[in-house]
């Protein structure tokens, strides 16, 4: 069974810091696209970066420079190093795997995904 676990949400102050990590168990983690996404109360879910099997990543524009997307493929574990954090960062942070859509990038639609977590909270105050 596919299971994806979130942690390290947090509240923080504007152009703080925060690492969030995903516990991926139940499948062949290194054959998956894995992404991060959010979700801010009222709006629809967006990507925020992907990383593919052979460790490519791509980025929404919104946080280009300031996330990062990382992979620990012994210990299945996904990251998202999120600096100098906005207001406008504030959302409920998902990370999903994707097995065969064959696309891997951020802007992907969310439905592609095949798995997700149940998510982390982040909330950057000004």
């Known amino acids: 069974q596919v299971q994806l676990v979130e942690s390290g949400g947090g509240s923080v102050q ?24 959010r979700q801010a109360p009222g709006k629809e879910r967006e990507g925020v970066a992907t990383i593919n099997t052979d460790g490519s990543t791509n980025y929404a524009d919104s946080v280009k420079g300031r996330f990062t997307i990382s992979q620990d493929n012994a210990e299945n574990t996904l990251y998202l190093q999120m600096n100098s954090l906005k207001p406008e960062d504030t959302a409920m942070y998902y990370c999903a795997a994707d097995s065969a859509s064959g696309m891997c990038r951020a802007t992907m639609p969310p439905e592609l995904y095949n798995y997700w977590g149940r998510g982390t909270q982040v909330t950057v105050s000004s």
């Open 14 to 37: 504007s152009g703080g810091s925060l690492r969030l990590s995903c516990a991926a168990s139940g499948y062949t983690y290194s054959r998956y696209c894995m992404g991060w996404l």
